[in-house]
C-alpha cells in the first residue's frame, strides 16, 4: 500500500541541524511532489515548501528561506528536509505529505511525523 | 496572498450537523481541501478540491466553497469526529500553500 515513514524522534540543542527523512513505498516516486508541513506545540499546521521527486525542483515558504533545504534520492525513494540553525521555536512535529493534485496542492497520504525537540 | 480565517471552535451535539467556515476574499474561486486532525495522528484529508471525497471518507463529510467562504459540512454527527479541522489552499500568486488557522470541533 501507499506510505510514507519518517524517521524517529530528535532532540537537538539550538543553532544545531537536524536532517530528517520520508521513506515512500507502493507509488511511482518521481510522480508526486512531497511537501513538508509542520506543527508546533498548541499551534496549527504550517506548510514548509515542497520537492518535485522527479527534477528536485524546490519551493520554500520565504520563513524558512535560507534554513531549511529539501533533497531528495529516487534511488531509495527517500525524501529528507534539513533545517540548520536550530532554535526553540523549532520544536514541533514534522510531517511530510505527497500531493498528487496538480495544480490545486491537496495532500493525500502522510508520514507519520517526526518529532524535532530542540533544547538546550 | 491569502490569509484563510476559521472559528477556534465549533461545538454539536451528537446526530447534529457541524459546519466549520473558512473565509477568504473571493475564496470561491479556489480549490478548497480540509483536513481532519486529532491529537497523536497525522492529518487526514477528507475533502478535496472544494466537494470531493477521497476513498474510504464517510459520505457524511461534504464541502463547498462559493463567494468569500468555503464551508466543511459534517452530517449526524458522532463522538469520533472530534478533531481539529483545518482548509487549506493553493495560493497561485505566491506559489505557496496555506493553511487555515484550525477549528476544533466538539461535540457535545
Known amino acids: 500500500q501507499v506510505q510514507m515513514v519518517q524517521s524517529g524522534a530528535e532532540v537537538k540543542k539550538p543553532g544545531a541541524s537536524v536532517k530528517l527523512s520520508c521513506k515512500a513505498s507502493g507509488y511511482t516516486f518521481t510522480g508526486y511532489p512531497i511537501h513538508w508541513v509542520r506543527q508546533a506545540p498548541g499551534q496549527g499546521l504550517e506548510w514548509m515548501g515542497r520537492?518535485?521527486?522527479?527534477?528536485?525542483?524546490?519551493t520554500y515558504t520565504q520563513k524558512f528561506q535560507g534554513r531549511v533545504t529539501m533533497t531528495r534520492d529516487t534511488s531509495i525513494t527517500t525524501a529528507y528536509m534539513e533545517v540548520s540553525r536550530l532554535r526553540s521555536d523549532d520544536t514541533a512535529i514534522y510531517y511530510c505529505?505527497?500531493?498528487?493534485?496538480?495544480?490545486?496542492?491537496?495532500?493525500?497520504?502522510w508520514g507519520q511525523g517526526t518529532v524535532v525537540t530542540v533544547s538546550s | 496572498s491569502y490569509v484563510l480565517t476559521q472559528p477556534p471552535s465549533v461545538s454539536v451535539a451528537p446526530g447534529q450537523t457541524a459546519r466549520i467556515t473558512c473565509g477568504a476574499n473571493?475564496?470561491?474561486?479556489?480549490?478548497v481541501h480540509w483536513y481532519q486532525k486529532k491529537s497523536g495522528q497525522a492529518p487526514v484529508l477528507v475533502v478535496y478540491e472544494n466537494y470531493d471525497r477521497p476513498s474510504g471518507i464517510p459520505e457524511r463529510f461534504s464541502g463547498s466553497n462559493s463567494g468569500n467562504t468555503a464551508t466543511l459540512t459534517i452530517r449526524r454527527v458522532e463522538a469520533g469526529d472530534e478533531a481539529d479541522y483545518y482548509c487549506?489552499?493553493?495560493?497561485?500568486?505566491?506559489?505557496?500553500?496555506?493553511f487555515g488557522g484550525g477549528t476544533k470541533l466538539t461535540v457535545l
Open positions: 487549506q489552499l493553493w495560493d497561485s500568486s505566491s506559489d505557496y500553500v496555506i
Open positions: 473571493n475564496i470561491g474561486g479556489e480549490s
Open positions: 505529505a505527497r500531493d498528487p493534485f496538480f495544480s490545486t496542492d491537496a495532500f493525500d497520504i
Open positions: 520537492i518535485s521527486p522527479n527534477n528536485g525542483d524546490t
